[in-house]
């Protein structure tokens, strides 16, 4: 398998130099921007595996570039640095597009972890589940990553683009939430059940008919989520 390619975005000198340092030793190939204006560049310039990206940054910040990259259809996984510890930043980073967050001061293990388990996912994306979906007037897709809705293009993240391709890959199961953290996000831990509701909520607003009353998608009290083709 060819190298993997990341781009770290952060103007700290010495947290950038110490991320990438340490990326590199894990056999990654690493590029550096230290603003979002250049790094938005880059990412624009050519194809990464993975991204992370400092929320505080000067001029043009962590938020905007994700949402330009989302915009601009950059699929890479987006991680980011936050550095405050406010729940509103961890709920704009996703609902912005970004696919997981770490919070400063992190152990760069835990910063390792995640990148390996992005990485993953967005690579074994590829071999489970059907790569074409269709429901309602909505088809996915998952191999070009691309979702239409009535023929218009829908932009999911790389994350709901997870989400949806495990969903319609167990159509009829009551899938809990700790399954979906284990399966789709690749983490367990309970105090990140609201990750897969936020996921959940903005899917439905994507693609359902009409999200409060959730045709494909549906809420098992006490349970989890359904998905009904
Ligand atoms: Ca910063």
């Known amino acids: 398998m060819s190298v993997r390619r990341l781009l770290v975005i952060e103007d700290e000198p010495s947290v950038l130099v110490g991320v990438s340092d340490r990326l590199r030793s894990e056999g990654y190939a690493v590029d550096v921007a230290e603003d ?8 624009l310039a050519r194809r990464y595996d993975l991204i992370v990206l400092d929320v505080m940054l000067p001029g043009m910040d962590g938020f905007d570039v994700v949402r330009e990259l989302r915009r601009r259809d950059v699929a890479a996984p987006v ?7 406010q729940v509103v930043d961890k709920v704009v980073a996703l609902k ?15 910063l390792v972890a995640r990148v390996e388990a992005l990485l993953r996912r967005a690579g074994g994306a590829a071999s489970d589940g ?3 979906a269709r429901f309602g007037d909505v088809e996915a897709d998952f191999r070009r990553a691309r979702v ?3 023929g218009e293009e829908v932009h999911l993240s790389a994350m709901e683009l997870r989400l949806l391709r495990y969903l319609t890959a167990h159509p ?3 899938l809990s939430r700790d399954r979906l953290l284990d399966e789709v996000w690749g983490y367990d831990s309970t105090s990140y059940s609201r990750t897969v509701d936020q996921h959940v909520a903005s899917l439905r607003a994507k693609l359902e008919p009409v999200a409060s009353h959730p045709r494909h998608i ?12």
């Open 36 to 43: 979002g204006e250049k790094g938005l560049e880059k990412a």
């Open 79 to 85: 991680l980011m640095l936050t550095a405050r510890t």
């Open 96 to 110: 912005l597009g970004a696919d997981d967050y770490l919070t400063k001061p992190f152990d760069a293990m835990e």
């Open 130 to 132: 059907r790569d074409v």
């Open 148 to 150: 239409t809705r009535a």
């Open 172 to 174: 009829g199961e009551v």
């Open 218 to 229: 549906v809420t098992v009290h006490g349970m989890g989520y359904r998905f009904e083709g």
